[in-house]
């Protein structure tokens, strides 16, 4: 263990890079592209020193190019699941043992690879995997896990250094213990930093993990794979595990060495998960840390005091960039309707001049594919349903193509019925609704937006009147965990937005900041008495 008192370098926001035209970094994402979509990923498990290939694979396609395969992944059986949770406890002593500065040296570290020679890696799988557009997967992929993993290291030492006072001839300290067992680590497709934070966060604190990436996302998670490998994760301190989500879940959440689960994903799953960690809690060695960050249905509101063209371009790009597919997307929106006209022919105005969906190599495309195609069927199921039903009218879009990717324009829904199925129901993809109220409704529609939805993740109010922007911000006080004026409901910033929201979008452990952090630890204070009493008795005795 090292002598010294250390400070981390200072965390700051990783610059976004243009890729304009012309610009070596669109050079590069461009050439790794091309040499991944040309290539088959043949890829393994991560169970200790192990790279397990089982035999039993599926195939890999871009959702813009579905008929298209650029690799496989094996998958785990029972046994492979057991095997990682028994490499994951080997190696939690040696790690929860090793200095805080070494495994800061290893996060940052990756950090750094992501910054460099692995910046057009990740980006590139993260357009074909998820479909991304270069400025989405530049943002995600690259910058925000950059950020996760050099502002965790800066907040690990802010927590280490929260300590208890000490009376004289007493010194008191805290010391943060990783929990005892294993983390269970579940993954989305929409974000390669979540993916690569959810992990890695736990695993910071000195705990070991097992990870579970989306289907949709192994893809790019066999680069944050390949990061954490070279930056020196030791073997079997977070192990990776891909396939049957329900025998894994299973198998992990039997074990009495089951110390917490950090979830991103459906609000159905977690509950069900929930459930199964209530159901199994007497077998626990410990009471697991639940964390989770589940749906949303987020929403806009427009003040009649509000700028049409500001509005609109907080819907385009709220509702409509990575085709809606982030737990933040706008896909409930609110306006006056004294200005209601206006911000619906720019926000038609901004969807007309969007390519038409195609491949996120095209980097003329603002809009791509969604992720598979059973979001593909829900979204069209619904757009359909809008087409047929006499309080719903479709005023942009409404067209759908999967022939080749898959492809669902995006679409705006005008609704008389401020409870129709789509202002209610998460569709996860390029389609919001719009209901227009009465301008001397405001009050009212406060109270509508705040009871429409179980979600309360994130929202936004654009007004310029401060007094109305007042009343929303307390009247919305528990509808949104992030909450935006005058912006538009998307685009968290590590440091500056910790990020989640609460009632049925999760538990609020605010990912992005020391909070999160905290739940991976379990503090132990201890106290040391330098002059050692030897007689019971106290004064008042006599």
């Excluded at 290291?153 to 008191?172: A, F, K, L």
Aim: hydrophobic share 40%; charged share 25%; glycine share 8%.
């Amino acid at each position: 263990m090292g002598k010294g008192f250390f400070q981390v370098p200072t965390a700051i926001n990783e610059p976004i890079r243009s890729y304009a035209p012309g610009t070596p970094e669109r050079e590069a994402v461009l050439k790794q592209y091309k040499e991944y979509f040309d290539n088959k990923e043949d890829i393994p498990l991560y169970i200790g020193s192990e790279k397990i290939k089982t035999g039993n694979t599926k195939p890999l396609s871009p959702p813009h190019d579905h008929k298209h395969i650029v690799g496989h992944y094996h998958l785990a059986e029972k046994k492979h699941v057991s095997e990682a949770i028994k490499n994951s406890l080997a190696a939690g002593k040696a790690w929860a043992n090793l200095a805080w500065e070494e495994r800061a040296a290893i996060f940052l570290k990756a950090a750094d690879l992501i910054a460099g020679p692995y910046r057009a890696k990740i980006n590139a799988a993260t357009m074909i995997a998820q479909s991304k557009n270069i400025h989405q997967a530049e943002i995600d992929a690259a910058c925000e896990l950059i950020d996760f993993l050099r502002f965790n290291v800066e907040y690990m030492t802010h927590i280490y250094e929260s300590q208890p006072e000490s009376s004289e001839g007493v010194w008191n300290r805290v010391e943060y213990r990783p929990l005892e067992g294993f983390v269970y680590a579940i993954t989305p497709f929409n974000f390669t930093a979540i993916a690569g934070n959810l992990p890695a966060s736990a695993a910071l604190m000195g705990n070991v993990v097992i990870w579970k990436p989306s289907d949709s996302q192994v893809f790019s998670a066999k680069v944050i794979v390949d990061v954490f490998r070279e930056a020196g994760v030791p073997e079997g301190v977070i192990n990776v595990v891909y396939g049957d989500p329900v025998m894994i879940s299973e198998t992990v959440l039997a074990s009495p060495d089951f110390a917490g689960i950090h979830f991103t994903g459906s609000t159905h799953v977690f509950k069900e998960l929930w459930k199964q960690i209530g159901n199994n809690i007497h077998r626990y060695k410990t009471y697991p840390r639940i964390v989770g960050e589940t749906g949303g249905k987020d929403f806009i509101l427009a003040h009649p005091t509000a700028k049409p063209q500001q509005v609109a371009t907080a819907i385009s790009r709220g509702a409509f960039e990575f085709q809606g597919q982030k737990c933040s997307a706008a896909s409930r929106v609110y306006l006056p309707k004294s200005l209601s006209k206006e911000i619906l022919e720019l926000v038609k105005k901004d969807i007309a001049s969007f390519n038409k969906p195609g491949s996120p190599e095209d980097m003329s495309n603002f809009i791509t594919a969604v992720i598979h195609e059973g979001s593909f069927d829900k979204l069209a199921k619904y757009i359909d349903q809008a087409k047929k039903d006499k309080n719903a009218e479709i005023i942009a879009g409404g067209g759908y193509d999967k022939s080749k990717g898959y492809f669902v324009e995006p679409t705006v829904i005008l609704t008389t019925d401020p409870h129709y199925t789509t202002m209610e129901t998460e569709l996860f993809g390029p389609v919001v609704t719009v209901y227009v109220y009465d301008d001397k409704d405001w009050a009212k529609t406060l109270e509508l937006v705040d009871t429409t939805s179980p979600y309360a993740l994130t929202g936004a109010v654009l007004a310029t009147d401060r007094y109305a922007i007042e009343e929303a911000v307390k009247a919305l006080k528990n509808a949104a965990g992030n909450f935006y004026i005058n912006d538009k409901p998307t685009g968290a910033v590590v440091g500056q937005q910790p990020f989640g929201g609460a009632r049925a979008s999760g538990t609020n452990d605010k990912a992005g900041s020391a909070q999160n952090l905290l739940r991976w630890v379990s503090p132990r204070l201890i106290k040391e008495t330098f002059v050692t009493p030897e007689d019971y008795r106290y004064p008042f005795l006599g």
